[in-house]
């Protein structure tokens, strides 16, 4: 069974700092980027970082390039997302979510992936 399983997410003040990790299994990891992408309240899932197999390539949306950094350990199937500076519209669902790697990251812009999890919930307070 194909399960990618959030932690992490909680209540911070502006300026904090929070770490999401991401648990993967039931499928081939190394065949996979894994994106991250957020949800806020009302408004559309949007890919904001990504880590592509054994972490050779990396992607930032530009909201928080600088401030989140994302990265893997392949031999836990783990991908996490550290976030620092946090601001109040960082507020949102946290979805790790699995796509075959093709040297591409279109599918973090097209909020497409082949596995998803169910979220962790992020709030920025200010």
């Known amino acids: 069974e194909v399960q990618l399983v959030e932690s992490g997410g909680g209540l911070v003040k502006t300026g904090g700092s929070l770490r999401l990790s991401c648990a993967a299994s039931?499928?081939?990891?190394?065949?996979?980027?894994i994106g991250w992408f957020r949800q806020a309240p009302g408004k559309e899932r949007d890919g904001i970082s990504g880590?592509?197999?054994?972490?050779?390539?990396?992607y930032y949306d530009e909201s928080v390039k600088g401030r989140f950094t994302i990265s893997s350990d392949s031999a836990k199937k783990m991908v996490y997302l550290e976030m620092n500076s946090l601001k109040p519209e960082d507020t949102g669902v946290y979805y790790c979510?699995?796509?075959?790697?093709?040297?591409?990251?279109?599918?973090?812009?097209?909020?497409?992936?082949?596995?998803w999890g169910q979220g962790t919930q992020v709030t920025v307070s200010s």
């Open positions: 039931g499928f081939n990891f190394d065949d996979y980027a």
């Open positions: 979510a699995a796509f075959f790697w093709s040297r591409s990251w279109a599918p973090l812009f097209l909020g497409e992936a082949d596995y």
């Open positions: 880590i592509s197999i054994r972490g050779e390539h990396t």
